[in-house]
């Protein structure tokens, strides 16, 4: 075993993870979450808090009218659990104890464990009313061993599911089951799964097999559910047809197979108490690994429809963004990065250029003055931003047709199908119309930075020295004729920087220099800068969308990525912390 107190540490972790148990998708993922989180709650961390208590504790389980609550009262020394032929009477859990065992630190580890309810003597325990599961009825009586608590539990094959979950509350927490059967129960396929899961991976058991006719029947069938429930258990008893017991009139007598002790010898004398509770430790631990293991692969499986969705709708967000910026790539600054790298490489030709700047600056001022005479004054917006706006707008509109089926068909989580709804119905549609308010986005100046860098890099990489960056540097002298403010913006309609849709400053000369210049430098260039742009800018704008349409859906999502990950990784942690 490994140190008790990291040991502790790792199933609080594991214990604080856990999400509800209703939100994994699978029924059978729900039930395992839930009895591990009793495990952990009731069991396993009471018992690693401190040093264990000399306490055994018992419960008596069994199908539907099988004689339980009658065998609690043979056990306790007295009728406490109702008892009677109809059956199905027991639908909370009630327990029996001696009363030294409610003082001290033995009630501080009880109560730790249960939400215990003391009966007053005299009274009766209201166990045939429904209550929360974990809570415990106790009744203090001399007749029980100091060191025993007896518990009686309700029929796990009752009508009632909340009993079934009321039984399944407490029998995780205890040392030794005693379950109770008969020859028409003993191969009822829903009493061997429900047994196995109860005993899981080593727990002690013992098996009453009650109305006994025939010695032999009896072992045959005894052996036949250990052999079904996957290991024997510590004991047999047989409970032979009595009369006197149906009657009310004398308590059920057991007798053991086998050489075993008593019944109430082996549950109450001190010497059995460290061995079966060392035991029961050790099954709870490994039974809490094997639900880690199966949970921490829920988990992972749970991640997957909403990592599915999320990437599938930033990916298209993507799309959207990265149609936009085409649009309207920055050819300013490919100007700056080529001119600066030039003027880097070359201080005779930096200061043969510095004249141009001045002169290029006056004669783009003095045009705009004259062309704005004619014209009027310039639109406040420029055209392309217009064109990316559309095409944002265009995008989103196709997104919400392209997730129309997804909608439709989700069957997942009922928050997911909501925020769905939400994100690709009409209100969101009307928000379209509106101004989007990306104004800023367009001259965003973390990726003009990236464009700028990646530029620099590309005009060093081409320029190789000797005659052609000779040609390069006495042509950028004449290209310095074009200001690079003037080229502010390029509206691409051909996937390059094409004649067809280019404006430079107002002169004719500005756009085939620069076509010229870009060519020089290799055929590729416009296309590798383009889709720099389209990259960088385009997951920019791409946020700007989420930001503005989906941040609740995909927000969501992520925190279900997140919650499910953490959860699969900290129970997977928790796992190898536990020796198999």
Same mark, same amino acid.
């Given at each position: ?139 203090l009586a001399e007749a029980v061993p100091r060191g025993l608590v007896v518990m009686d539990t309700p029929d796990f094959d009752s009508v009632y599911r909340d009993n079934r979950e009321r039984a399944e509350a407490l029998l995780v927490t205890v040392d030794v089951l005693v379950f109770v059967v008969s020859r028409q129960t003993y ?239 009409? *209100?969101? %549609? +009307?928000?379209?119309? /509106?101004?989007?308010? $990306?104004?800023? #986005?367009?001259? @965003?100046?973390?990726?003009?930075? &990236? ?87 385009? *997951?920019? %704008? +791409?946020?700007?969308? /989420?930001?503005?349409? $989906?941040?609740? #859906?995909?927000? @969501?999502?992520?925190?279900?990525? &997140? ?18």
């Amino acid at each position: 075993m490994k140190d008790l107190a990291h040991l502790r540490t790792a199933l609080e972790s594991a214990r604080d993870t856990l999400p509800s148990p209703e939100s994994f998708p699978e029924a059978a993922d729900a039930d395992t979450a839930r009895r591990l989180l009793e495990r952990l709650r009731r069991d396993l961390l009471p018992r690693l808090g401190s040093a264990d208590a000399p306490l055994l504790l018992v419960a008596i389980a069994g199908p539907n009218n099988v004689g339980k609550s009658t065998l609690f009262n043979a056990l306790v020394g007295t009728s406490l659990s109702p008892a009677r032929p109809e059956g199905g009477l027991t639908k909370q859990c009630l327990a029996a104890a001696h009363p030294d065992t409610w003082t001290g630190s033995l009630k501080d580890f009880l109560t730790r464990r249960y939400d215990i309810v003391p009966v007053v003597s005299g009274e009766a325990a209201p166990v045939d009313q429904a209550g929360p599961a974990g809570r415990l009825y106790l009744v203090l009586a001399e007749a029980v061993p100091r060191g025993l608590v007896v518990m009686d539990t309700p029929d796990f094959d009752s009508v009632y599911r909340d009993n079934r979950e009321r039984a399944e509350a407490l029998l995780v927490t205890v040392d030794v089951l005693v379950f109770v059967v008969s020859r028409q129960t003993y191969q009822n396929a829903a009493l061997v799964d429900f047994l196995r899961a109860a005993v899981g991976h080593g727990r002690p058991y013992l098996l009453v097999y009650n109305e006994a006719t025939r010695e032999e029947v009896a072992r045959g069938h005894l052996e036949k559910l250990a052999s079904d429930v996957g290991h024997p258990p510590l004991a047999r008893y047989l409970a032979p047809h009595q009369p006197e017991v149906e009657a009310g009139e004398k308590p059920l007598a057991t007798h053991p197979l086998d050489g075993a002790p008593s019944l109430s010898a082996l549950l109450g004398e001190a010497e059995h108490v460290r061995s079966l509770k060392a035991r029961a430790l050790e099954a709870s631990l490994r039974d809490a690994r094997a639900e880690m293991e199966q949970l921490a692969r829920a988990a992972t499986t749970a991640a997957h429809e909403p990592e599915r969705l999320r990437q599938r709708l930033r990916h298209e967000l993507l799309t959207v963004g990265r149609h936009a910026a085409l649009k309207a790539v920055p050819a300013d600054v490919l100007v700056e990065a080529f001119r600066d790298e030039l003027d880097a490489r070359s201080a005779f030709h930096r200061y043969v250029r510095l004249p141009f700047r001045g002169l290029a600056t006056a004669l783009t001022f003095l045009s705009r003055q004259v062309r704005r005479s004619f014209t009027g004054p310039e639109p406040t917006s420029a055209p392309v931003v217009q064109v990316t706006e559309d095409t944002l707008r265009d995008g989103v509109r196709r997104m919400v047709e392209l997730f129309a089926p997804e909608v439709a068909a989700w069957h997942g989580d009922a928050r997911t199908r909501e925020l769905l709804s939400e994100a690709f119905g009409p *209100t969101h %549609l +009307a928000r379209l119309d /509106e101004p989007l308010g $990306f104004e800023a #986005l367009h001259a @965003h100046a973390a990726d003009r930075d &990236s464009l700028y860098a990646f530029c620099r890099g590309l005009v060093g990489t081409e320029l190789q020295g000797g005659m052609r960056e000779e040609m390069l540097q006495t042509f950028t002298t004449l290209v310095y004729s074009v200001p690079s403010a003037g080229a502010a913006v390029v509206t691409v309609a051909t996937g390059g920087f094409g004649h067809d849709a280019v404006i430079w400053a107002g002169t004719l000369l500005s756009t085939p220099l620069l076509e010229r210049f870009v060519d020089m430098l290799g055929a590729d260039i416009r296309e590798r800068v383009t889709r720099k742009w389209a990259d960088a800018h385009g *997951t920019t %704008l +791409a946020q700007a969308l /989420e930001r503005r349409f $989906f941040a609740d #859906l995909l927000g @969501h999502l992520d925190t279900q990525v &997140s919650a499910w990950a953490r959860t699969a990784s900290t129970l997977s942690e928790t796992t190898s912390r536990i020796s198999p």
